[in-house]
Structures are given as structure tokens and as C-alpha cells.
């Protein structure tokens, strides 16, 4: 059974920094893309970014792309998501996500989710 673990709940203010991290269950990791995804109040959930399984493709959602940076530690089993320049605007429920494809991700059509975790952005 897969699991996927995602740690605490975040409070930051405008123009902090914070890393999201998630523990992947999956075996073998490698057979996976990561991405993340948000929901913010009263919002649909998006996408934010995804990561191949050999790091080497990366896609990111316009308002993450310079700001956001997405990560994973195969040894492991661990991804990541650096946020920067973080804006009220950020706040939601950030969810990590693995499927066998990027593209998978990238549609939102994944086979694994993760609980959440709240990121609240104070300005």
C-alpha cells in the first residue's frame, strides 16, 4: 500500500520562505513522477509544479514559475517544494502527488495523493 506523508501546518508572512516536504511509500520511487498541488479557500485544486523521476523535467504553474522550486531526494524516497517570495495569496492546502507520468500530474489525474498540509501566508 502506497503512502504518502506530508509534515505540519505553516504559518509564514508576505515575503517568507518555506519548504514543504513529503515522504513517498512508493516502491520503487524511481518509477515515479512528484508533483505538488494547491487548494486555496473556497477555490478548485490546482497544480503547482512536477518533477520527472530522474530530475531532469520540470513544469511549474505561471504563478510558481521564479518563486516556487520543486525538488526530490530519490535515495530518500522524499520530495520538496521550496517556496519563496511567498504572498497572502499563496494561502491553501498544499498536496503532494506521484503518478507514472508527468503528464499524469500535470492533468491532475494522479495515483497517489497526499493528506495536505495548511500553508497560511500572513501579510
Known amino acids: 500500500q502506497a503512502q504518502l506523508e506530508e509534515s505540519g501546518e505553516y504559518v509564514v508572512q508576505a ?10 511509500a ?3 520511487f524511481t518509477r515515479y513522477a512528484v508533483g505538488w ?3 486555496g479557500p473556497g477555490q478548485a485544486r490546482e497544480f503547482v509544479a512536477v ?3 530522474d530530475g531532469v523535467t520540470t513544469y511549474y ?3 510558481a514559475e521564479g518563486r516556487f522550486t520543486i525538488s526530490r531526494d530519490n535515495a530518500k524516497y522524499m520530495g520538496y ?5 511567498l504572498k497572502p495569496e499563496d494561502t491553501a492546502v498544499y498536496y503532494c502527488a506521484a503518478d507514472r507520468l508527468v503528464g499524469g500530474v500535470r492533468s491532475g489525474s494522479v495515483d497517489y495523493w497526499g493528506p495536505g498540509t495548511q500553508v497560511t501566508v500572513s501579510s
Open 51 to 53: 518533477l520527472s523521476w
Open 15 to 24: 515575503g517568507g520562505s518555506l519548504r514543504l516536504s513529503c515522504q513517498f
Open 61 to 63: 504553474a505561471d504563478f
Open 81 to 85: 517544494l521550496q517556496m519563496d517570495n
Open 26 to 28: 512508493l516502491h520503487p
Open 37 to 39: 498541488f494547491r487548494q
